[in-house]
DNA sequence: ACGCAAAAGTGCAGTGACTGCAATAATGGG
DNA sequence: CCCATTATTGCAGTCACTGCACTTTTGCGT
């Protein structure tokens, strides 16, 4: 019986190997990326090196790539949300900065992170196929920028505020695309993130103005 | 006999075969993909509605989307790079307006163009793509803009205009997205998507200061 | 007009991503 | 320890896409 000398009692066994098995697969699939570049790897080499059957390999991740993205990214955090509506910045820094912690927040694996950071810096068109999928919260997280605008300025037009919401979004996203890549070419240290980040809006206002 | 009655004397029977049949796959493909949705479209089906073979296809667009999205982005014309290059506007919006020009001078066809507008606003993913391969010009838009930058400021560090090249390419390619999509909801009108653009830059400098 | 070389279109066979379905193998609770 | 639940797997099939070899079309010189 699993009496619990261990450290995770909410978690079965059934839950532990689940975890265990994603983490090989991904660290499979990405030194296989590492070594031979994303596309002359196939899900089939994926799998053998990982020891698990193809058909499997799609039910965890879905496409050939979502090992190499990892799990799809996760719900921001309460407390990291929180955070954004009650910042004072300009909204498109607090949102970027909670799209990094959020980033962040998911990919406890060391060695996994590294690697992904690594194949990211390698490949380009990966990396922007991850924030389009982080994009794919969109719809989320543009209902939050729009929550944030109404509590401050409760006199807005609705349908101006949707679009300036929608514009926020499109902008954080473009710039965080940039910020996320110089950062992992750097140094990757988690804090500096948000230097980078606060670079990057000092830059925007100076582009959009003569 | 084709003798000429005919008004391009300039293109042969072959280039006008090759943009007849460009043509009419294209609007194949858009009458599907409107009426079933992109992914309930085969290339088959597109390939049997326009009596084309699918290795054909393939020569042509090279994806399935390509008949949707139209030929790949043409490089700017000469003069609306000088444009840009002499411009005195926030770069930002320099950019767009030139991103704008080249996207609306490669469209001749008013159906095909029409329907292009509808599907994109009601498939977004596709839209998406379509900015994303405009971007595959990336390199050499940033590189335009590079110019412009060290023109005007001559005693910049190289990597800092480089690192705000792409900055400003960045945040170009998220706005216009969210712009082009306006528009193609809103009026279609040639001249109205400088008005919007215009509109979007003073959005964002009002985003970027709290 | 005619024939020939270059270019374009096509068929075919194959690879690889991905899915639905049904069979099989853990797993965890009673 | 058995059984219902859930996870893993094999299999067959669809679809996007590619390389290669073959046929047709076109432009051109004679």
């Known amino acids: ?7 995770a009692p909410a978690t ?15 660290h499979a699939a990405l030194t296989l990326a590492l ?6 790897v196939t899900v089939d080499m994926i799998c053998e090196a990982s020891d698990i059957s193809p058909r499997t390999y799609f039910n965890y991740f879905g496409t050939k790539e979502g090992a190499l993205l990892g799990q799809p990214a996760p719900d921001p955090d309460e407390s990291l949300v929180g955070d954004f509506l009650a910042a004072h910045g300009p ?7 909670l ?3 959020t980033f962040l927040a998911s990919s406890p694996d060391r060695e996994v992170f590294a690697m992904r950071r690594r194949l990211f ?3 380009p068109e990966l990396h922007a196929l991850q924030v389009t999928r982080v994009a794919h919260k969109r719809q989320a997280t543009v209902a939050l920028v729009l929550r944030r605008l109404t509590e401050r300025c409760p006199d807005l037009d609705a349908a101006a505020a949707r679009d300036h919401a929608q514009l926020v979004m499109s902008v954080a996203m473009g710039a965080f695309l940039v910020v996320s890549l110089k950062w992992a070419e750097g140094s990757g240290e988690h804090s500096d993130i948000e230097t980078y980040i606060h670079a990057a809006i000092d830059q925007i206002r100076r582009i959009v103005t003569p």
Chains 1, 2 share one sequence.
């Open 35 to 40: 070594e031979h570049g994303v596309d002359h």
């Open 91 to 97: 909204i498109v820094e607090d949102l970027m900065v």
């Open 1 to 7: 019986m699993p009496t619990s000398t261990s450290d």
């Open 12 to 26: 079965g066994l059934r839950e532990r190997n689940r975890i265990r098995r994603t983490r090989r697969v991904e």
């Open 99 to 101: 799209m990094a912690r």
């Open 121 to 123: 810096a390698q490949e």
